[in-house]
């Protein structure tokens, strides 16, 4: 009985270090939209489908694709010296990650349309999560636009704490140019890897 309450304990207490190994730390990463295939300067049309660092963007069924401009664009459009991606009327983007495992939204990087249409823009971010719930964020930009003029026309916006959990997102609104969207994926932190060993050697015993 005794033997038997000890490997309970054990095992308690290794679950316990897993969760909140999970939980502790995480690796941030930056997707700038950079990747292959290259985007050639002054270059934009539309795509299907991008990959980079483990993370994949479609559009959402129903919809047209989005954009990818290359840097050195043409006078009415943003330009921050990279590549970035797109929505035009028509247009969505929806991304998750490579192999299907939960991750954080921290920042983006959005920008107005056009110098035709300079105003401020809504752009709506609806993240999804295993449990199937959702969440909304309505991002607004500050309408600051000069397209390749010497003005920054992107700015960083943050999101709140509960766009964590995410298995992936949608983008249904359009008229944006997006670039620099950084997230987070959990991984185990030393101290709970080190607390995880003592509970396999509590186990083993």
């Known amino acids: 009985m005794k033997q038997l309450m000890r490997f309970l304990r054990s095992v308690l207490l290794i679950s316990c270090v897993v969760l909140l190994s999970l939980r502790e730390s995480s690796a941030q990463g930056t997707i700038t939209f950079d990747g292959p ?36 664009p043409r006078e009415f459009w943003p330009d921050n010296g990279t590549a970035y991606v797109f929505a035009m009327s028509g247009d ?25 249409y300079p105003g401020p823009v809504s752009v709506r971010f609806v993240g999804y999560k295993s449990d199937g ?24 916006l943050y999101f709140d704490s509960r766009f964590t959990g995410l298995t992936r997102v949608h983008i249904p609104t359009t008229s944006w140019n997006l670039d620099n969207l950084v997230i987070a994926i959990p991984e185990p932190g030393t101290a709970s890897l080190i607390l995880f060993g003592l509970g396999a050697l509590a186990l083993k015993r």
Do not use: H, K
């Open 37 to 72: 295939p290259l985007q050639p300067p002054g270059s934009a049309y539309n795509v299907q489908s991008y990959q980079e660092s483990g993370v994949w963007f479609a559009p959402i069924l129903g919809t047209d694709g989005f954009g990818r401009c290359g840097s050195n």
């Open 92 to 116: 969505s983007l929806m991304f998750g990650l490579d192999d299907e495992s939960e991750f954080s939204l921290i920042s983006v990087d959005l920008a107005e349309w056009s110098t035709g």
């Open 133 to 156: 719930s959702s969440v909304t964020a309505q991002l607004v930009t500050d309408g600051i636009f000069d397209g390749t003029g010497p003005l920054a026309d992107f700015e960083t």
